[in-house]
């Protein structure tokens, strides 16, 4: 139990971070968090020997750098939402008929488009966030010693991850690694790819390890 209570902790700590950076500009806040912490540093490695780093100031690299990249990324050249990678007619759904949309409303997940800036809840950045609020959660669920409702957190994520997360943002993020100018979206597409691939197969052998199934 200790140990999937640090477990839990990290994927809190990750699915955080890249929900963040996937889902609106970085600033000067977000590049301090990821600075002073030597362990989020180490999955960001061509960012961090970038030379770049040390001949300007942060909010240059935030203003000339890394908007940019972010702006020419997520809003211009690549579509950053579920439902085009997996209509046919490669349209947003933003309305009711979004299934996404449907499960955040069974669990009481409120996504405010508005002030997330996206057009449509199946964004990359509120994906993500979805799954970080499913580990809040889970880490409620283990320090209350809830194990039916650990094993129910653990079945919605696993669900959540293979019917969506898994069907489109893997190509998503190779595109996203293949046209990033900056290397901390790079770093950033690579990390939140193979962490995914990583935390499916964690859940799925929790699943069987700890819930039997």
Known sequence: MDLMKQEIENRISLYGLISRLMLKEVDEAFLKHLEQDDTILSFFP???????????????????????????????????????????????ESGGENPVIALYNDLDFRVELDAARVVSADHIGVELEFMYML????????????????????????AFMKEHVLEWVPLFLINVKKES?????????????????????????????????
Not at 53 to 72: A, G, W
Not at 139 to 156: N, P, S, T, Y
Not at 194 to 200: G, K, N, P, R, V
């Open 46 to 92: 061509n960012y961090r020997d970038w030379a770049k780093r040390k001949e300007i100031s942060t909010k240059e690299l935030v203003e000339q750098y890394y908007n940019v990249d972010y702006t020419n990324l997520f809003l211009m050249h690549l579509v950053p939402y579920e439902s085009f990678y997996t209509r046919d007619d490669q349209m947003i």
């Open 135 to 158: 580990c809040v959660a889970q880490q409620k669920a283990l320090q209350a010693d809830d194990k039916e409702g650990v094993c129910e957190l653990l079945e919605v994520q696993k």
């Open 181 to 213: 100018r900056t290397p901390l979206y790079h770093d950033g597409a690579e990390l939140t790819l193979e962490f995914l691939l990583s935390d499916f197969e964690y859940i799925t052998q929790k699943l069987n390890e700890y819930c039997g199934k």
